[in-house]
């Protein structure tokens, strides 16, 4: 296993548009273990493969405490959306900045797992949080893309002065 250099904003690409998975082979087993190892070692509650520079749609999460609800989403699509919540989102892209984003409340959606077979599931809360951030990063968004320009320039302020404290 390996850990994976996690892109960080206003690297370009993560503005790219992910492919679909075509192949479930070894590699692609291997690439998902590498995610979840950089995920949790961050430590952080989803990564697409879009963060560490792999432009397929694949996701992987876990909201757990205890690494008990590893998920590994591929191709996912959003198949229906329901209600708002308001979340407070932080991403592995933007380390240590937050902020309230909008979004739908339930989602129901349809992957593949890592063997290529069909699943549909339904989440609520946090976890739909999750799965539509990460979705987002497939897609070449990013959470503050979701903000106000005031709200995203504060926040990209903070971002810099941020890294300039740990330079
Ligand atoms: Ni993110």
Known sequence: MA???ILEFPDPRLRTKAQPVTVFDAQLKQLVADM?????AAPG???AATQV???QQLLVMDM???KSDARVLINPRLLEKSGEQIFQEGCLSFPGIYADVERALRVKVAAQDVDGKHIEFEVEGP???CVQHEMDHL???VFVDHLSSLKRSLLLKKLDKKRKQSA
């Open 3 to 5: 850990l994976l250099t």
């Open 36 to 40: 979840f190892e950089t995920m949790y």
């Open 45 to 47: 509650v989803g990564l």
């Open 53 to 55: 520079n792999v432009h």
């Open 64 to 66: 757990s405490e205890d």
């Open 127 to 129: 976890l739909a949080v």
């Open 139 to 141: 897609a070449g968004k």
